[in-house]
């Protein structure tokens, strides 16, 4: 089982509870699926709030983890994020490098003339 | 002319004529790699040009301070005030110096931590939320992601350790198997090659230099380079026909934002030109798609023209050559003479 998959199942299980859960908690629901040892879910909720979609939160002794956004409010962040620079903007941002930006209709257009067999009129 | 001279000089024409000029030569583009070369070869020469004209301005100001010191006496008093004024520029200049210098080094290091962290973030949430593998293929590849977006086909790859190459479902829907295969291609040959460094030293130059007309040209250029590059990488193995339709499908998609708007760059938008079906070829070219097109239907990858990539190559050893042996060697070698 690779780190990966049980962060994922990790953040499942952060998602779908109520109320924010310990690393006892988090690791008596993953149980029900399969065993994984009780350490490996504690390095696992460190990293997850190392990397900032965790939150841990101290209750006297037990430290606490819930999700810091919700599913859809990544998703969202992540989506915006792929396409937000699709477009002019592209060579600014070197972040991510798109396969093609977005065209205007007058550029589709134009790309639709090149394809329909005349790549002459292309400067 | 004076060695601070000639070296102003090169450093006006290398930082904003040529750039500006560079970009406008088509033939470039066909042959990509060779102008890559040769446009960091002209930010590096051009960087050469102007730290090397102020460091040679301010030799040439002290050591005629010190001449006429010398000859006239010692003593604050005997300097005239031609002296004064030299000394004054002398020191600003070198001031002006260190600060460029400290500004590109900051500007180097915020571009960087700002490309790593936003690079990190969107790792981290695609490994939590995209799915690995494309279809239900084992042999699926490691690196790829598919991303649940509606309606909008896109791919995209993310540079860096742990690279990653993202296709949205919606691009597995509208292409087929052998084009998202090419599709993925072009998208490691960027991350192979580390185009994203390439074009982050060109975002470097830009912003430390105020996002002038020539570093914009170099950073544009070098953008649509790269996507020629990473072409030529994906028809080595595809051949152009994926590519070409893989582009049609995924850059006329459905528009996210109004239509009305096109982002079109600066650069573009200054050349305003009369003819409204010239600007649209513009607008296209500063996207990078028409050149890539052309390519793709014109130009078989092994059919390179030899004889412009030789031209491109020579051209950017001599930029960095001609005014190190011309210029600065002899200035270096007269320096020592004088100093010793």
């Not at chain 2, 700002?114 to 690079?119: E, K, S, W």
């Not at chain 2, 040959?189 to 002038?212: C, I, N, P, S």
């Not at chain 2, 994906?234 to 582009?247: D, E, F, V």
């Amino acid at each position: 089982m690779s780190l990966g998959h049980l962060e994922r199942d990790v953040m499942d299980c952060l998602w779908s509870a109520p109320a924010p859960m310990t690393v006892r908690d988090v690791h008596a629901a993953l149980g029900e699926q399969r065993e994984v040892a009780y350490t490996t879910v504690m390095t696992v909720l460190q990293r997850l709030a190392k990397k900032g979609l965790a939150q841990q939160t101290k209750d006297g002794k037990a430290h606490l983890y819930s999700a810091s956004e919700s599913r859809e409010q990544m998703a969202a962040e992540l989506m915006m994020d792929a396409l937000g620079d699709v477009g002019g903007a592209q060579a600014r941002q070197a972040a991510l490098l798109h396969f093609v930006g977005r065209m205007s209709p007058k550029e589709t257009e134009l790309l639709k003339a090149a394809l329909s067999g005349s790549p002459e009129r292309a400067p | 002319m004076s060695t601070p001279a000639w070296l102003w000089l090169l450093a006006i024409t290398l930082t904003w004529p040529v750039p500006v000029l560079l970009a406008r030569a088509r033939r470039l583009l066909t042959v990509p790699r060779a102008a890559v070369v040769l446009w960091q070869a002209v930010a590096v020469a051009a960087l050469l040009a102007v730290f090397g004209a102020s460091l040679a301005t301010i030799q040439a100001l002290v050591i005629g301070l010190f001449v006429r010191n010398s000859a006239g006496g010692p003593g604050l008093r005997d300097i005239d005030p031609t002296g004064v004024m030299h000394l004054t520029i002398a020191v600003g200049l070198l001031l002006l110096t260190a600060l460029a210098l400290v500004k590109l080094n900051y500007v180097g290091i915020q571009v960087a931590r700002r490309l790593r962290r936003h690079r990190r973030r969107h790792r981290d949430l695609v490994d939590l939320l995209a799915r690995t593998g494309i279809g239900d293929e084992s042999t699926s590849p490691e690196d790829v992601r598919v991303l649940e977006s509606g309606e909008r086909a896109y791919a995209y790859c993310l540079p860096g350790r742990d690279a990653r190459v993202i296709i949205s479902d919606a691009a597995l829907r509208d292409l087929t198997p052998e084009q998202v295969a090419a599709v993925i291609e072009h998208e490691r040959a960027h991350l192979r090659a580390r185009h994203d460094l390439l074009l982050e030293f060109f975002t470097v130059l830009y912003e430390a230099a105020g996002r002038r007309a020539g570093t914009e040209a170099a950073l544009e250029q070098s953008a649509v380079l790269v996507e020629l590059l990473a072409d030529d990488a994906a028809r080595r193995l595809y051949g152009p026909q994926p590519l070409i339709a893989a582009l049609a499908t995924m850059g006329s998609s459905t528009p996210l934002e109004s239509p009305a708007a096109p982002k079109s760059s600066p650069v573009v938008g200054r050349s305003d030109s009369s003819a409204p079906d010239v600007e649209g070829l513009t607008e296209v070219t500063a996207l990078g798609v028409l050149p890539r097109l052309q390519r793709l239907v014109d130009a078989p990858v092994s059919i390179a023209p030899r004889g412009l990539a030789a031209a491109v190559y020579s051209l950017a050893v001599a930029l960095i050559a001609v005014p190190t042996v011309a210029l600065a060697l002899p200035w270096l070698l007269n320096t020592y003479e004088s100093v010793r």
